[in-house]
């Protein structure tokens, strides 16, 4: 009996030059591989892949339990295997071990638990995504079939693997690894041919999670993905809720806004295994949590504070181009003005001057009363505050008594 282990990590141990040349070795002469065990600070146990004294990567997170239970099978630290195949893209490759070894319950029972103290204070949470929804459905229909054999038919068993296939390729948590783990092993020994022609996809699937190519695209795809996405603008507006008396005050709002962000940056600075260093390269820190068995629960907290990071700079109107226009430049400081009139809220801010620069002064009013009614403008500061700041601006041109007589502000919209 042989058991397929997974070896990635060549990057901790090869240039990025070297790295082709490694693959391409291990490719053509399938050498023999030691696995050996070593005890680090941030990770735990991991086991390392030696070819002769030379390092080549370590042992997937994925088959790290199921390696050190061999090891404990035989009582050693070290287990012999053969190179049987390579992976250029995703820079892993495939060891064979041979020999007859107890299947592990779990693949992360022994794993030590570095995020057990971490935590996001700075509530509210991002909610989950509609893929993030169907991504769950589809790994547990794809599990309780792979599992128990004939339950559902094999054309809907074949839809809910390729859509794990399209949906899992920015899910990092412990537990959707170790579920595609599971479905991988569950895929490559299935009865049927159909099914077993996806075991490579899946294997491309988690082994790509780690490629520089995926670190890129966590970076520049994932990331502003997420921070434009409609959770990220319900856990905003959420927040702006949950603040919206420091958020229409004048002298408040931008210091209620800058306290939320130190409470934020200090949370992330506590973050374990030295991650804060990362905590503004997005696809970096994506990286090294593939690596360190983050819970769902935590990787919810940890993508809720740098997504309201990023809601809070752009409502102080931190994360606009430096190279911007004077005109951009000042349309974002008039919008800063306006703020707490909009509860804060400079991209409503920004929206409602977009609509109402040469209108005239009954359609304007007409907005603000629509905006006042749609709580998206507050009642207390509508009057003179709003009136002021636009007709300083050159965008409301007549009187305050005109503003006020054209309002409809009625009680009930308070």
């Not at 090294?288 to 809070?312: E, F, H, T, W």
Request: hydrophobic share 40%; charged share 25%; glycine share 4%.
């Amino acid at each position: 009996m042989e058991t397929l282990i997974q070896i990635t990590g060549l990057q901790y141990d090869c240039t990025d030059a070297d790295i082709a040349v490694v693959m391409t070795e291990l490719e053509q002469q399938k050498p023999e591989m030691l696995l050996v065990t070593e005890q680090t600070q941030d990770f735990g146990i991991i086991v390392r892949a030696l070819r002769g004294t030379t390092y080549r990567g370590v042992v997937s997170r994925f088959d790290l339990e199921r390696v050190l239970a061999m090891m404990r099978h035989d009582s050693s630290s070290v287990l012999v295997t053969q190179v049987t195949e390579t992976d250029q893209e995703g820079r892993c490759y495939t060891v064979r071990v041979r020999g007859n070894y107890p299947t592990p319950d779990s693949t992360s029972a022994d794993a030590p638990d570095i995020w057990a103290d971490w935590k996001w204070t700075g509530a509210p949470m991002l909610n989950s995504s509609d893929d993030d929804r169907r991504l769950d459905v589809s790994l547990k229909v794809a599990m309780t079939e792979l599992t128990h054999n004939g339950s559902i038919s094999k054309q809907t068993l074949l839809e809910h693997l390729n859509r794990i296939l399209l949906l899992a390729r920015w899910d990092v948590s412990r537990e959707t690894q170790e579920q595609l783990e599971q479905t991988r092993r569950l895929v490559s020994s299935h009865a049927d041919q159909d099914v077993r022609a996806l075991a490579p996809q899946f294997r491309h699937t988690l082994s790509a999670l780690g490629s520089k190519k995926r670190t890129v695209e966590f970076q520049e795809i994932h990331f502003p993905e997420l921070c434009r996405s409609t959770e990220a603008a319900q856990m905003h507006r959420q927040w702006c809720s949950l603040h919206k008396a420091q958020l229409t005050s004048i002298k408040l709002w931008q210091q209620t806004i800058m306290q939320q962000l130190e409470t934020i940056e200090a949370c992330l600075l506590k973050l374990p295994a030295d991650l804060c260093y990362q905590k503004d390269l997005f696809g970096e820190l994506m990286h090294r949590l593939i690596y360190l068995n983050i819970p769902r629960r935590k990787l919810q907290m940890l993508q809720s504070a740098l997504v309201l990071q990023q809601c809070l700079r752009r409502q102080l109107g931190l994360s606009d181009d430096d190279s911007a226009s004077l005109l951009d430049k000042r349309e974002r400081d008039l919008a800063l003005q306006l703020a707490p009139i909009f509860y804060g809220n400079t991209d409503d801010a920004r929206e409602f001057l977009l609509l109402a620069r040469g209108q005239k002064p009954s359609d304007i009013t007409t907005l603000v009363t629509l905006w006042v009614r749609d709580k998206r403008i507050c009642a207390a500061n509508c009057h003179r505050p709003l009136w002021t700041i636009l007709h300083e601006a050159g965008i409301y041109t007549a009187t305050e008594s005109n503003w006020n007589m054209h309002l409809d502000i009625r009680k009930a919209w308070r």
